[in-house]
């Protein structure tokens, strides 16, 4: 009787810890505890036993009983430390794992020299104005003057779209600013002071050109104004934008079908690490008694200044940029020095 209980403990001892899933565990223990189970069974059998045997025979198994109770209980809680560890390890996070960094954005230099220039401009009351930077032959050319042999419509200077206007003219990449003022002149009516600012087209690619490029036009309409205005306003533009007093600027006689008389604007700084040679820097000019016309308004009554100056230029002067290209080519060791 005794070793056929203590067989009995074994058998459970072995059976639990083989089962290692909780399930299988619960289907051992029905097997010697359950409604028929092994000891379930024997204490039944103590039924046709007399009542001295039945007393030693019941502590025994019961015994044993206690025994396998015991033995499931320990396998039970075994099986639940199993589950946590396992969860714990698959749960873990390494914290010697370094970091993911967030990488700090920055404005893009030519886009601070945008927001710059159009802050100036603000500030002294010019309006801003946005175009379209696929412009037709119209607004590009002929309403600025441009004579049909002119070299900026030769296909070495200009990126022509394969599409048409309603007149079947071709559609040009902007190569200048220039058409916003015809846009602007027209929808408006003076005093008009407005500057635009927008990407430019041209076939050039070199150390101070690139296919992709900014201009920032200005324009300004009335009845009594002089081209000592346009003086005082652009000098003004560049004092403030370069943030110095030290710099000197002339205007150079120059040609462009849209204006006349036409200047090319020269500056120069007149002292510190920068001092040093006159700097070609924009277009400018009294608008064309034509183009005035095209505007809408009288020659007559109303004159005009203008001037086109490159956003990349002056970006190159005001942070040191020899190579125009590195604005474009995303190189993060050069744009990260603009953060
Ligand atoms: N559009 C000219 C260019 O791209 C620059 C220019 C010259 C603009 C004279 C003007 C101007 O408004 O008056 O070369």
Redesign the pocket.
């Known amino acids: 009787m005794t070793s056929d209980l203590d067989r009995l403990v074994e058998q459970a001892r072995s059976a639990f810890s083989a089962a290692v899933q909780s399930a299988a565990l619960e289907n051992e223990k029905a097997r010697f505890l359950g409604k028929s189970g092994a000891i379930t069974e024997r204490l039944k059998a103590l039924a046709g036993l007399a009542p001295e045997q039945k007393r030693d025979a019941g502590a025994l198994i019961n015994a044993a009983k206690g025994s396998i109770e015991r033995l499931l209980a320990e396998r039970r809680q075994a099986l639940a430390e199993m589950r946590l560890d396992q969860q714990l390890a698959a749960e873990s996070i390494d914290v010697t794992l370094p970091g993911r960094a967030r990488s700090v954005g920055a404005i893009h230099p030519i886009a601070r020299t945008w927001i710059r220039i159009e802050e100036i401009f603000r500030s002294i009351g010019f309006d801003f104005a946005e175009g379209p930077e696929i412009e037709t032959d119209w607004y590009n050319f002929t309403a600025?003057n441009s004579p049909e042999n002119h070299p900026?419509r030769s296909m070495q200077d200009t990126f022509y779209v394969d599409a048409h206007d309603g007149e079947g003219r071709p559609l040009v990449l902007r190569?200048?600013?220039?058409p916003m003022?015809v846009r602007y002149a027209r929808t408006h009516t003076p005093p008009i002071k407005v500057i635009a600012i927008g990407r430019?087209y041209r076939v050039d690619n070199d150390a101070t050109h690139s296919p992709m490029f900014h201009?920032v036009?200005?324009?300004w309409l009335d009845e009594n104004i002089s081209f000592a205005d346009l003086k005082a306003v652009y000098t003004n533009f560049l004092r403030c934008f370069f943030e110095t007093e030290e710099l000197a600027v002339r205007f150079r006689p120059?040609y462009?079908p849209?204006?006349e008389p036409?200047?090319e604007i020269d500056m120069m700084f007149t002292n510190g690490a920068r001092k040093g040679r006159w700097l070609e820097i924009?277009?400018?000019?009294?608008?064309h008694p034509n183009v005035v016309r095209n505007f809408g308004f009288d020659p007559e009554r109303i004159i005009g200044?203008?001037?086109?100056?490159?956003l990349e230029r002056l970006a190159m002067l005001r942070y040191g940029v020899d190579d125009l290209r590195m604005f474009f080519d995303g190189d993060l060791r050069f744009l990260k020095q603009f953060v």
């Open positions: 600025l900026a190569p200048h600013t220039s003022q430019c201009q036009e200005g324009l120059s462009f849209f204006t036409s200047a924009s277009g400018s000019g009294q608008v200044f203008a001037f086109g100056s490159g």
